[in-house]
């Protein structure tokens, strides 16, 4: 079992750039046509949050055009940027994006692992969090789960990253202390995966690992100064590939969109160590 994880698409209307300097839909373009080229492809995308910039209409029917030349089943989460009408509005096929009331999370299998997604979006902030009624519905689907391996996937992460202006809109401390019990109870958790930081993260968390992606476009600067400014790079766009056997468990791997040189032998024909 293979899945792919992208994140922080950031997708704007057609022809506008994000941060008036980076085109988020050809970056999203070059990266889906990387993942149908993986071999062996993978069996599903998660995309955990800001699939776009603004949470409108137009963009979310941007980001539906895009994502149709993606070969493979892919599922939404929602981040702090999304607007969970728009997106409701232009993906109302998407059955599970419209089954959780007020909120966009659901549960699904995907091979044998369980995926349950979470929200933890709130309108008009930049930060995340869980509310009672989110977490009452995380914990029962938890119950439901005992078993099986399961995905946690929200765009908030529930730790500090040290980056300083993201930590002041991760997800809030107390309902990352809830989320936290909630996960530890379950050591059937395999992983609970994020975004938002827009770098490759990990961390321990509730008897098991958090971690975070980088995006395919903009990643947010690696400045671990207490005071560092709100900045982003063009840094190399890249996804997370995590492999899932029963032996193992989840394996992730990072990997960059664009080719680079190589592969080359480590080895002569004739099997010595190339010196």
Known sequence: MLLAQISDLHIKQPGALAYRRVDTAAKL????????????RPDAVIVTGDLVDRGSVEEYRHLKTLLATLEIPYWLLIGNHDGREGLREVFPERAEL???????????????????????????????????????????????????????????????????????????????????????????????????????????????????V???????????????????????????LHRYDPRSGLVTHHAYVDDSDGPYPFHEPTGDLIA
């Open 29 to 40: 373009a070059r990266t889906i046509a990387r993942l149908n080229a993986l071999d062996p």
């Open 214 to 240: 980088p995006a395919p476009a903009h990643q947010v600067t690696l400045d671990l100064a207490p005071d560092a400014p709100s900045t982003f790079t063009l840094e190399p766009a890249a996804f997370a």
């Open 98 to 212: 419209n089954a959780g009331g007020p909120f966009v999370h659901y549960a699904v299998d995907i091979g044998p692992l369980r995926l349950i997604a979470l929200d933890s979006m709130q309108p008009g902030q930049s930060a995340g969090t869980l509310c009672a009624a989110r977490l009452a519905w995380l914990e029962a689907q938890l119950d439901a789960a005992r078993g099986a391996p399961v995905i946690v996937a929200l765009h908030h992460p529930p730790f500090d990253s040290g980056v300083g202006h993201m930590d002041a809109i991760r997800l809030d401390p107390q309902a990352a202390e809830a989320l936290e019990a909630l996960i530890a109870r379950h050591p059937n958790v395999e992983r609970v995966m994020c975004g938002h930081v827009h770098r490759s993260m990990f961390a321990r968390f509730g008897g098991t690992i958090a971690s975070a």
